[in-house]
């Protein structure tokens, strides 16, 4: 996945600016995510990937970065 695809993801489930959304920026400090937003954008990423994002595994992705790792790592 591309960065600019995930921003895309990122924006609708949370209601960012786009700008905010970079490799560095945290979910909850920058991005202003809470929990529930957290929930909202996996499910968007597993429609979006056609996978699943295990709960642990999510609490773990602090960052878009950690995201776009993940997603790469795990479809093909």
Known sequence: MELNELKKIIVDALGCEEEKVTLEASLMED???????IVEL??????????????????????????????????A
């Open 42 to 75: 996996q499910m968007s990423l597993e429609d979006e990937c056609s996978l699943t994002i295990a709960d642990e595994e999510l609490r773990q992705m602090k960052t878009v970065g950690d995201i776009l790792t993940y997603l790469n790592t795990h479809t």
């Open 31 to 37: 991005l202003e995510a809470d929990s529930l937003d």
